[in-house]
Structure formats: C-alpha cells, structure tokens
C-alpha cells in the first residue's frame, strides 16, 4: 500500500500550487482520503478532505474557500488545489487514507505518504 504525495514548491504569497497523492496497492473506495500539514514546531494539523465514494468534503475554516480537495476515481488520485496562498500555509503537506469516524483527527487515518513541502514566501 501506498500513498504517493507530490506537487509541493515555492510559491508566492497570493499563488496558486495544486498537490496530488497518487494511491496504490488496495482499493481505497471505503475510505476518506485526507490531507495535513506540519509546520515545523506545531502539531499536524487537518487540511481537507474528502469520501472516496460519496465525494462528499470536509475543510479546516482556515483554507475554506481557498483550497478545494477533489479525486480521480479513474487515476485512484486525489488533488488539493491551494489558491490565494498565505505564508501561514507553509508546511509539509501529508495525505493520508482511513475510515475513522472523524475526518479531522490524524489518528483515523490508517495510510500515510511521505510529506510535500510547501513554502509561500511573503
């Protein structure tokens, strides 16, 4: 099982940069696909998410209306789009797959890819 996670660089504050996480190994159809970030000395924090087979989506009020977490069942991929980018959302970003009861809390997610770094310069 794996999660692929890619897409992370250097933008400017008010940029745009797309992640995706590319899964294999299993079917995830029962799951949540997620995202977290971890900036360094905080705790890892929920992004978004969302349910692989209803497409419904969750946000952390920081980046609603910002960010927008999609998926491609045919690519078995998930993408995070981040627009109008703050120097706040510099973080490694994570994505993540479980079927937890709380989309937002790390321990309900049982996969996790290696972390993209994301850096919004101001």
């Known amino acids: 099982v794996q999660l692929q996670a890619f897409g992370g660089g250097l933008v400017q504050a008010g940029g745009s940069l797309r992640l995706s996480c590319a899964a294999s190994?299993?079917?995830?159809?029962?799951?949540?696909m997620g995202w977290f970030r971890q900036a360094p000395g905080k705790e890892r924090e929920f992004v978004a998410a969302?349910?692989?087979?209803?497409?419904?989506?969750y946000y952390a009020p920081s980046v609603k209306g910002r960010f927008t977490i999609s998926r491609d069942n045919a690519k078995n991929t998930v993408h995070l789009q981040m627009n109008s980018l703050k120097p706040e959302d510099t973080a490694v970003y994570y994505c993540a797959a479980g079927r937890g009861s709380y989309y937002y809390k790390t321990d309900d997610y049982d996969y996790w890819g290696q972390g993209t770094q994301v850096t919004v310069s101001s």
């Open positions: 190994g299993r079917s995830f159809s029962n799951h949540r």
């Open positions: 969302v349910s692989w087979s209803t497409g419904s989506t």
